[in-house]
């Protein structure tokens, strides 16, 4: 990002500090810190999608393996594609979760479910099977450079905001520049989508997280809760 961005940064900081606060007032995501299939499955059918029905595909998720006596929360490659192979695959993944939702717009789009047998299947291709590899392979690259390129070889991921997304959920400093961030950048900026592209977008948020003295990930599902006409705040900080 160029320094001539530098005063749309000053001015999304003041307008987050205004509009926000205190950090520690902000309702935070938590993630799934020793799952690895449900940061798959949760970033794979967050965009184009109501936040509620992803949390739905989740809970069908945990539903179907504690059926089978398995356990989401610790879930890895394997445990998804036994999943995956147990119901026949993506379309009866999608029927499992209830959920037919496709990875695109276009005609003859894959379903996401395809796309998370997809990710699974290539993830475990180099070697990240578990949270605790993707841990390791922080350790050695804070940029997750392999899993990154891994991950924007999947099928209409190529943006990159899935990725921040999964990045995000697995417990690492994210952005994820959907919709809502860029309706919340165009809103006090002025500058669009195409203007910025995701990674323009993304640095533009870490920038403000950084003047703003927070992790870009709190900041971003801030924006995203707001723009959304979610509550922002734990209801015990209510002022």
Known sequence: MTLELQPEVDRLTEVSQTLFGDESRWITANGYPNSLALCIIDSIWSTGSAYQSVQNVVSNYRAYRAAEGGDASTDGTKE???????????????DRMKNHKRAHTRKG?????????EAADALKGIGICTMADVRAEYAQDK???RIEKTWL???SQRSGVTFNYFVG???YQSVK???????????????????????????LIRRVADAYSTEARKLDH???RFESGREIFF????E
């Open 153 to 155: 070889g999947l099928t």
């Open 109 to 117: 789009a894959l379903l996401k479910a395809e796309v998370v047998l």
């Open 143 to 145: 940029d997750l450079t």
């Open 80 to 94: 998804l594609l036994k999943t995956f192979a147990d119901v026949r695959g993506g379309r009866g993944f999608a």
């Open 177 to 203: 520049p959907d919709r809502m961030i860029y309706r919340f950048i165009e809103k006090h900026t002025g500058l669009t989508k195409r203007q910025l592209g995701t990674r323009k977008a993304t640095e």
């Open 235 to 238: 209801p015990d900080a209510a």
């Open 222 to 224: 801030t924006i995203w």
């Open 169 to 171: 959920l697995a417990g």
